[in-house]
Every structure is written in structure tokens, then in C-alpha cells.
């Protein structure tokens, strides 16, 4: 934990402000460039310098390259920060989205498993702690991964892409903390134009305002190591639109001048400088900040839950999954959303109390043994679906019949739409569009809730 040295005046008026956290954090992934080896060396040492730590998230093949390469030195100027994940190879084909994109969530979870551990515990063997967080190389994102990381026992989620979000700001969905999708909260400083310089500043102070003025919030920046030495990307020159060319074949990035790369490191660490004079400001890393955080798991306040009668939808911080576990009687945990979406067949008005009991009882006992939402409710040979089954039990008066409610799932509306538009990234394949994985985080999006800050 970091804190600056004010005078004392200044501490107090901001100890008054709602609190404001930056998170500051590098994909670490260049494993053909090795002078980005020096430029991730010289961020975490000057940062280190200037009481900043920041979060690396590692690519396992990265890490591979300093183990051949003997750069202890790296790793250990790197131990000083907290360490994330950013998948065994990046951008070698399939990337994540590409494999994942036609399997289910149990089996995708599987499979990204199978592919990704190994990078993973490479990480934890080197710097003797599993990583705190991961995210996704490019825009390459899916669902799946969620329950993967769950289980990996990572926390947080931290990147920057479109496909989900919650009010520009970080938020709770598959069970972790997401940092994502941050809008104007994610700011960054062009590294080329030092007569930019004072409008990043400018632009950094905005979003720490934006964020205060949300009563308390988070702000995130990211960078590349390799930004500082190069001046295209690794990954772009070999792997673009699905190319996959064999090792002996990879090309080197085209560099920057020593002038260049020197004036990015100014620009840099200036920008970091003003950051750091931030009243208020509190710099943190992706292992701190689900502390930072009311527990994702409360029992909801009486009565809330049946405001799913009328919209299927996170209230009040409080997840549509949340709240159809507390109208069953479970107990505050999480849940992963269904795996496929389903119909109402039952076509009468009412269904009589004893067969909804049974149905009410049955979905329980689902959510117990499997530890997700069950795709649809049985009424006999017919069936609801999740959503029409939500609906009607928060609208349940307990009469001899219960009448039948269509639920909406308004969570729907913080997925992205168009996969083409999201999943557009210089290293997939032209045209490549899983509208399945859009579908499958629509389904997931029970899970989806505002991260509250602690007060
Ligand atoms: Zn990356």
C-alpha cells in the first residue's frame, strides 16, 4: 500500500474525498523482441524507485524466454510488483476466443485449462505466488474462462475490451472481479508526442474527478514493456489475421531510436510523477483490490428480490442470480448462469400451487448440485424457462395458483452486441465473429453486478 506524503492540511481535505484508485498495469508478452526484456527491467525498476507498484501480467511463454535468456535480473526487478496472467502464448493461433468459441462453458473451461495452466504455474514457481489476476491477450475474451480462473483461484479479471461492462467503472460478473471496460476511466499518455504530455495530465485529472464524482471509483491505465523499444507489435508482424508461421520463421518488431525510445521514458515516468502528486490518489495493484471491495456474497435486503417480477436485473448491487437464490431460501454464494437458453411450453395463465411447489423445490435442489442457474424449470412434462420461472416466483403472492409471469432479462443490455465489431483484433482471422460467446456471457450476465467500493 502506497500512500504520498502531503502536508498535513492537504491529507486531511483528502481523507474528506471519496476515494479514487488507479491501477497501473503492463502486458508483459513480447517473447521474440528481448530488448523488451530491458524495457520491462527499466518500468519495474523506475517505478519501484518511485514507490509505484504496478501489476505485470505475464505471458508463460515470456516468462519462458527469461529463464533461457538469464535475465534474473528481469525477474527479480519484477518481484518488486504484483504479477498477473496473460495466457501461455498470446497471440500464437487458436488465441483463446478462436478455441473457445465452439464449446459450451463447462467444456470451454475445461479446455482452457488444458491450454493455459502450464503458464500459470510457471508464474507461481518463479515468483512464489500464484498470479492475482488475468486478462485476455487483444479483444480475444470469452466466458468460459471464468469458471477456469475460479478454480485456478484467481480473483480478478483486469483488461480493457467491449464485450461486457457495468457503468465504466468495475463490477462483479461469473464470479469475479471484473476491472474492464472502464470507459473514460481508462486513460493512457501517448509515449511518441511529448507536446501531449500536458493534455494526458489534463485527461488523467478528468477521470480522477469522474471517478470522485461517483462518489469514490477506480481508474486504470495499461501499457506494453515493449512499446518502449518497438515501434509496431510483435504479435501484429507474425500472427496477424490468423498467420501462423513456424518458429524459425518469426520476424523481429522494428525498433525505436535510441531518441525515441529514451523521450517515451520521459513522457512516462512525468506522466506517472503527476499521477503520484494526485491528492487523494491511491495507487494500487490487482492483488489489493478486491479488498477494496464490499464481499461479493450478502444476503439481499427484504423484499428486493421481488423486483425481478418486473425486471430480471442487477438492484441495488445485487446480482438477478443473487436475488432468485434468496427468493429460493439459498444461501449468499455464487452461481454461474445457465448453459443454454430455453422456452416456456406451459400455455395456461396459472399453474396450481403444489406442482409450482415442486418446481420451486426442484430448481433448488438443481442450483445445490451443480453450482449454476438450471437452463429451464419442470412442471411435469412441460417446463419454464429460467426467466419466466424468476418472474413468476418474485411475483408469487401465495395464492392456490400462481399466475404465470414473462420475465426480461434486462442484464442482457451490458453484453456487447455485434461480434464482428468486438472481437475485431489485427491478430484473428478476417471476419471472425463468435456470436455463440456473445450468446453464452448474455446467459451469464445473472451473475452481473456493480463492485461497490467499501466505505
Ligand atoms: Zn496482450
Redesign the pocket.
Known amino acids: 500500500m502506497r500512500t504520498l506524503l502531503l502536508p498535513l492540511w492537504l491529507a486531511g481535505a483528502a481523507a474528506a474525498q471519496p476515494p479514487v484508485y488507479w491501477l497501473l498495469w503492463f ?1 508483459t ?1 513480447d517473447y521474440i523482441e528481448p530488448s523488451s526484456d530491458d524495457a520491462a527491467l527499466r518500468l519495474a525498476e523506475g517505478l519501484r524507485e518511485r514507490g509505484v507498484r504496478a501489476t505485470f501480467k505475464i505471458v508463460g511463454e515470456k516468462a519462458r524466454a527469461w529463464v533461457q535468456r538469464g535475465r534474473t535480473d528481469v525477474l527479480r526487478a519484477l518481484a518488486a510488483h504484483d504479477i498477473g496472467y ?1 495466457t501461455e502464448f ?1 497471440s500464437i493461433h487458436p488465441a483463446p476466443a478462436e478455441y473457445l468459441a465452439g464449446m459450451g462453458l463447462l467444456d470451454g473451461a475445461a479446455e482452457f485449462t488444458r491450454r493455459e495452466r502450464g503458464g500459470f504455474l510457471l508464474l507461481e514457481k518463479l515468483f512464489g505466488l500464484p498470479p492475482s489476476c488475468y486478462g485476455q ?2 479483444n480475444s475474451w470469452a466466458p468460459q474462462t471464468n469458471l477456469a480462473l475460479r478454480a485456478w483461484g484467481v480473483k480478478v479479471y483486469m483488461d480493457d475490451a467491449g464485450q461486457v461492462g457495468f457503468d465504466e467503472q468495475p463490477f462483479w460478473y461469473g464470479g469475479l472481479l471484473y476491472i474492464f471496460n472502464l470507459g473514460r476511466h481508462t486513460v493512457r499518455a501517448d509515449l511518441n508526442d511529448p507536446g501531449r504530455l500536458a493534455e494526458a495530465k489534463r485527461r488523467f485529472d478528468e477521470a480522477v474527478e469522474s471517478a470522485r464524482r461517483l462518489g469514490g471509483g477506480v481508474i486504470q491505465s495499461y501499457y ?1 514493456p515493449t512499446e518502449w523499444v518497438t515501434t509496431e507489435f510483435w504479435d501484429g508482424v507474425n500472427f496477424s489475421h490468423g498467420a501462423n508461421p513456424e518458429r524459425s520463421e518469426w520476424k523481429r518488431p522494428r525498433l525505436r531510436t535510441p531518441e525515441s525510445r529514451e523521450q517515451a521514458y520521459r513522457i512516462f515516468f512525468e506522466w506517472v510523477d503527476h499521477a503520484r502528486r494526485t491528492p487523494g490518489l491511491r495507487i494500487v495493484t490487482a492483488r489489493e483490490a478486491p479488498a477494496l471491495f464490499e464481499p461479493r456474497d450478502a444476503a439481499p435486503p427484504e423484499g428486493l428480490a421481488r423486483r425481478l417480477a418486473a425486471s430480471l436485473d442487477a438492484h441495488e448491487g445485487f446480482s438477478a442470480a443473487d436475488l432468485l437464490l434468496s427468493l429460493l431460501g439459498l444461501e449468499p454464494q455464487h452461481v454461474d448462469g445457465p448453459l443454454r437458453r430455453s422456452a416456456t411450453t406451459w400455455s395456461r395463465p396459472e399453474i396450481p400451487r403444489p406442482a409450482f411447489e415442486r418446481a420451486r423445490r426442484d430448481a433448488a435442489d438443481f442450483i445445490r448440485a451443480h453450482g449454476r442457474l438450471p437452463d429451464e424449470v419442470w412442471l411435469g412434462s412441460e417446463r419454464l424457462s429460467l426467466e419466466d420461472f424468476a418472474a413468476t416466483l418474485a411475483g408469487d403472492e401465495g395464492g392456490a395458483a400462481v399466475p404465470l409471469r414473462r420475465g426480461r432479462a434486462d442484464f442482457e443490455r451490458r453484453i456487447g452486441r455485434d461480434a464482428a465489431r468486438l472481437y475485431n483484433w489485427v491478430i484473428h482471422p478476417k471476419g471472425f465473429a463468435p456470436e455463440s460467446l456473445l450468446e453464452m456471457a448474455r446467459l451469464q450476465a445473472w451473475t452481473l453486478k456493480p463492485a461497490r467500493l467499501r466505505r
Do not use: A, N
Open positions: 502486458d508478452e496473460h498470446h491477450p487483444g506494453h
